[in-house]
Structure formats: C-alpha cells, structure tokens
C-alpha cells in the first residue's frame, strides 16, 4: 500500500532480482495499488487500486535497454452508488455526478482525434462524507449535499476553465471565469480552500490543463474546486437540491426528525 508498482528483472550477474522501474503516485486520497496487469505486447502496464480507479501506463522507449513508463489516459468513474447527476445549468456542456464513493465528478465530451468521447474531466470535490445531492448553478458552480446538515458552494477554478476550453473545444463566458488557481484540503478538514497560488503551484496545475482528459493522478490531486460559501438552515441531514433555471434561487430538503421540524427551505443565490 505504499502507492507504488515496482517492475523487476533478473541480473544475471548475481542472480539476484533488482527493481528495474517504479511507477506510482505520490499523495492524493487512494490507498495504493491492488494488483496490475501487462498489456499483450509488453509496452503497457495497467494498474487498480483498493478504491476501484485504473492507472495506464505506456513504455515511450524505442530500446530494451532504456524505459520511460508515461502515464496515459484510461477510463473513470464512481466506485460507489451514484447518488445524483445534474447537467451544467442552462447549457448543458457538462455532467456533474456524486456518490456514496463521497466524491463529486464532472463528465464531458472530449475532443479526441476526429471524434468526441466522454470522459471525466474533474473531481471538484472530494468529501469525508457519503454524497447525496448535486445541483449546477452555472457553468463555472454548483451546489451538493452530503450526509450533513450543511449545503456547500463550489466555483471553478482557472486551471478547469481553461482545461475545459482546451479539451472541449467551447469558449466559456466570461462572467463565470474564477480568481482560483485551484484548491486544497487542509489535513483532517472537509472544505476546499482556494489557493490564488505561487509561479510554481501554477505552473504545475497548467501542466494539467492540457488539451487531453486528466490522467487519475491529477484528478486526484489537481481538480479540487474552491469552496467558497456554506448554507446553514437545517436541522437534519440534507437530501435534495434543486436549483432553478436561471440560477437564483435553491431549495433544499431534509430528513425529518420530528413533525414540527421543517422540511423545505428556499434560498436565493448571489
């Protein structure tokens, strides 16, 4: 569980095995690897960690003697039941999702070659709780509910933005670009804090703004969303969201713990 996959090879010199190449991921929130598995021809490793994801890599050497594994693009998704999708308020150009894997994604069509392929191409929100609602605002926010009595406000950051545009193909408006590079979890929190980040923290994010769908590494480490408000009102864990077409106003309901306490709340978003 040391997030690693070490490949050997004989030396015939001593007889012993050596570890040849490492590959792996550093941080984010997995448990390491599982087990992994060659591709037909050797040029290909395929990896699966304890919480389901797949990680690809690609031998980009021509020789035997030198190798240099890359990480490649491979499917995604939830590990978990999914408990909501909303499509990106009044546009539609993106997929949101969240599941019992307390995490929230974003799906959208990818240009790839000639044609489009949906892939994920965010985690905006990685929780300490089981997610049960998401409601898009807009294009650049959304709201979601997990087993809490908390609703929570997420806007873009920069790097989605522009990561968008890029693998898409589709100018955003203007209005809804964010001032965030990105954003981070502070040890043992559950909020998103925004980072508006050094040179290097944003050189390193624009490296993941490419015109491809994020590798699982980045989106592991690099696709958080900021948080930017939190909705107080109910007394009972939230179950249902709903925000109206022109991205104003929010309703929310709750588990119900008691015939006097109230179920529906209204809020209007500015």
């Given at each position: 569980m040391?997030?690693t996959?070490?490949?050997?090879?004989?030396?015939?010199?001593?007889?012993?095995?050596?570890?040849?190449?490492?590959v792996?991921?550093?941080g984010?929130?997995?448990?390491g690897?599982?087990?992994?598995?060659?591709?037909?021809?050797?040029?290909?490793?395929?990896?699966?960690t304890y919480?389901?994801?797949?990680?690809?890599?690609?031998?980009?050497?021509?020789?035997e003697?030198a190798e240099?594994?890359?990480?490649?693009?491979?499917?995604?998704?939830?590990?978990?039941?999914?408990?909501?999708?909303?499509?990106?308020?009044?546009?539609?150009?993106?997929?949101?999702?969240?599941s019992?894997?307390?995490?929230?994604?974003?799906?959208?069509?990818?240009k790839?070659?000639?044609?489009?392929?949906?892939?994920?191409?965010?985690r905006?929100?990685?929780?300490g709780?089981?997610?049960?609602?998401v409601?898009?605002?807009?294009?650049?926010?959304?709201?979601?509910a997990a087993?809490?009595?908390?609703i929570?406000?997420?806007?873009?950051?920069?790097?989605?933005?522009?990561?968008?545009?890029?693998?898409?193909?589709?100018?955003?408006?203007?209005?809804?670009?964010g001032?965030?590079v990105?954003?981070?979890?502070?040890?043992?929190?559950?909020?998103?804090?925004?980072?508006?980040g050094?040179e290097?923290?944003?050189?390193?994010?624009?490296?993941a703004?490419?015109s491809?769908?994020p590798?699982?590494?980045?989106?592991?480490?690099?696709?958080?969303?900021?948080?930017?408000?939190?909705?107080?009102g109910?007394?009972?864990?939230?179950?249902c969201?709903?925000v109206?077409?022109d991205?104003?106003?929010?309703?929310?309901?709750?588990?119900?713990?008691?015939s006097?306490?109230?179920?529906?709340?209204v809020?209007?978003?500015?």
């Amino acid at each position: 569980m040391d997030k690693t996959m070490i490949l050997w090879e004989l030396d015939e010199s001593c007889g012993l095995w050596m570890d040849k190449v490492r590959v792996g991921e550093v941080g984010g929130n997995s448990l390491g690897y599982y087990g992994g598995l060659f591709g037909p021809n050797g040029a290909c490793l395929l990896g699966h960690t304890y919480q389901g994801a797949f990680h690809l890599w690609e031998n980009i050497c021509d020789t035997e003697e030198a190798e240099s594994w890359a990480p490649r693009v491979v499917m995604s998704g939830h590990f978990g039941s999914v408990q909501s999708i909303s499509w990106a308020n009044g546009s539609g150009r993106y997929l949101l999702s969240c599941s019992l894997d307390q995490t929230t994604r974003v799906h959208a069509p990818c240009k790839r070659g000639r044609g489009i392929v949906w892939h994920e191409i965010g985690r905006p929100q990685v929780h300490g709780y089981d997610m049960q609602f998401v409601a898009s605002i807009n294009d650049g926010q959304f709201v979601s509910a997990a087993d809490e009595k908390v609703i929570r406000v997420f806007v873009a950051p920069k790097t989605f933005l522009d990561g968008y545009e890029k693998m898409c193909g589709e100018t955003l408006p203007e209005e809804i670009k964010g001032q965030s590079v990105g954003a981070s979890v502070p040890a043992l929190g559950l909020s998103n804090k925004a980072i508006f980040g050094s040179e290097s923290w944003e050189s390193e994010r624009a490296a993941a703004a490419a015109s491809k769908p994020p590798v699982e590494d980045d989106l592991l480490q690099n696709s958080l969303w900021p948080e930017t408000q939190k909705l107080y009102g109910h007394g009972y864990e939230v179950f249902c969201l709903a925000v109206s077409p022109d991205g104003l106003l929010l309703a929310s309901a709750c588990k119900v713990g008691s015939s006097v306490a109230p179920l529906l709340r209204v809020l209007m978003l500015l």
